[in-house]
């Protein structure tokens, strides 16, 4: 018995197509002027992942992420850097340090976002505190924070500048050290974590200790929050 071909099926599969291609056209011809006019649209400028206006990705941050914006920082940094890697780094760091943003809980770490990149804020909070009292020295949950930290900072190739904030009106401790010296070394004690934890594929640009002169803004002040921080900002090489 004689085998059959296949070239049918290639003929048949192309009769399918024309068929489709046809009906289509049938149905633009009789369609509306408006969805003409938008289907013309369309093909002249098909969609993309950027905004021709701004020139920054269209990504809905959400605002469910506990994200802090200053100013027009973020159509800024979207020129500069996909925001899918923004929304990874944040939801990397909330997800390691069990932080639920979605809670009435005020976190530890607030996350803002400058035109350069990203500025992680992290409070010596009255609760849970990051480092001993009135010391350079870390508490086990200010460790933890930095080891995760750390761990999320040498897979993405940010520079890295740290600095420390001491509370106003702070006196000076019992080895003579003042806010100024306080904050400067806790600074470089983060500095030190996250070289250690990342093996050194953190780029540190700048360690400075602040001492009481960049106090909080006053929206910014809530129980349980004091001056005491120390910030990471974190932007891409030029």
């Known amino acids: ?13 192309d009769f399918i197509t024309a068929m489709m291609a046809l009906f289509m056209v049938l149905w633009i011809l009789g369609s509306e002027q408006e969805l003409l006019e ?21 990504v809905d941050m959400g605002d469910n992420m506990g994200l802090r914006r200053e100013g027009e920082a973020e159509n800024a940094l979207f020129e500069k850097m ?23 809980e005020i976190p530890p770490v607030e996350l803002v976002i400058t035109s350069d990149g990203l500025r992680l804020v992290i409070y010596d909070r009255e609760d849970s505190p990051m480092f ?9 949950w200010g460790d933890f924070l930095l080891q995760n930290l750390a761990w999320i900072l040498s897979r993405k190739g940010f520079e890295a500048v740290i600095e420390g904030h001491a509370e106003p009106g702070m006196q000076e401790t019992g080895d003579g050290n003042g806010p100024w010296e306080l904050s400067l070394n ?32 006053e929206s910014l002040r809530v129980p349980g929050r004091t001056n005491q921080r120390i910030t990471v900002s974190l932007s891409l090489p030029n």
């Open 38 to 58: 938008q289907m013309q649209e369309y093909f002249r400028n098909p969609p993309s992942p950027w905004d021709q206006i701004s020139g920054k990705f269209l």
């Open 82 to 104: 996909d925001p899918a890697v923004i929304r990874g780094i944040v939801e990397n760091l909330y997800k390691a340090l069990q932080i639920d943003v979605s809670s009435a």
């Open 1 to 13: 018995m004689a085998k059959h071909g296949g070239a049918w099926k290639v003929a048949y599969a």
């Open 186 to 217: 806790r600074a470089n004690t983060v500095r030190q974590s996250l070289e250690f934890y990342a093996a050194g594929d953190v780029g540190i640009q700048r360690v400075s200790g602040m001492g009481s002169q960049a106090p909080l803004e």
């Open 132 to 140: 001993e009292e009135k010391s350079d020295t870390l508490t086990e």
